[in-house]
């Protein structure tokens, strides 16, 4: 049987930003630009539907890096905003299929990108090195302490 982990409470409410980007604008760069000019810091992403033209995805080997143009419908965007941003994308081709990985930038909005950010209240997400991974790693915080 699965073990369930409880961690700590770490902030208030959530608040709500929807966002709708337009054609021609680059989602990632765009979401991180709103989250810093508004300065969340516990920002991440609710729910995102739209479709882009182009993506730029790290594959699941945590090395290789695809690039994709075409017309592509978001079937799912989620991760964090605050402190640089951990995005993974699923799109769906024009047959249906659906591939994603981890968002490196590139994402051409083609219609629309109806996004909600969300913002963790009293949250703070910083990045700090994990000898683990070799990667920055997500590390949260109350701003109350
Ligand atoms: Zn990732």
Same mark, same amino acid.
């Given at each position: 049987m699965?073990?369930?982990?409880t961690?700590?409470?770490l902030g208030?409410?959530v608040? =709500?930003?929807p966002v709708r @980007?337009?054609?021609?604008?680059e989602?990632?760069?765009? /979401?991180l630009k709103l989250?810093q000019?508004?300065?969340l810091?516990?920002? !991440? +992403?609710m $729910? =995102? +539907?739209?479709?882009?033209?182009k993506?730029?995805l790290r594959?699941s080997d945590?090395?290789t890096v695809?690039?994709?143009e075409?017309?592509?419908e978001?079937? $799912?965007l989620?991760g964090t905003?605050s402190?640089g941003?951990?995005?993974?994308? $699923?799109?769906?081709?024009?047959?249906g299929r659906? !591939?994603?990985?981890?968002v490196?930038?590139? /994402?051409?909005?083609?219609t629309?990108?109806?996004?909600v950010i969300?913002n963790?209240?009293? +949250? +703070?997400?910083t990045?700090e090195p994990?000898?683990?991974?070799?990667?920055?790693e @997500?590390v949260?915080?109350?701003?109350h302490?």
């Amino acid at each position: 049987m699965a073990e369930i982990h409880t961690t700590k409470r770490l902030g208030g409410p959530v608040t =709500c930003y929807p966002v709708r @980007l337009r054609p021609g604008e680059e989602i990632k760069s765009e /979401l991180l630009k709103l989250v810093q000019e508004h300065g969340l810091q516990g920002a !991440f +992403v609710m $729910s =995102c +539907v739209g479709s882009v033209t182009k993506a730029k995805l790290r594959m699941s080997d945590s090395t290789t890096v695809k690039k994709f143009e075409g017309h592509f419908e978001i079937v $799912s965007l989620v991760g964090t905003l605050s402190a640089g941003g951990h995005l993974h994308i $699923s799109l769906s081709d024009v047959d249906g299929r659906v !591939f994603g990985g981890h968002v490196i930038g590139d /994402l051409v909005v083609f219609t629309t990108a109806e996004v909600v950010i969300g913002n963790a209240g009293g +949250v +703070v997400f910083t990045r700090e090195p994990d000898t683990q991974t070799g990667y920055n790693e @997500l590390v949260t915080n109350s701003n109350h302490a």
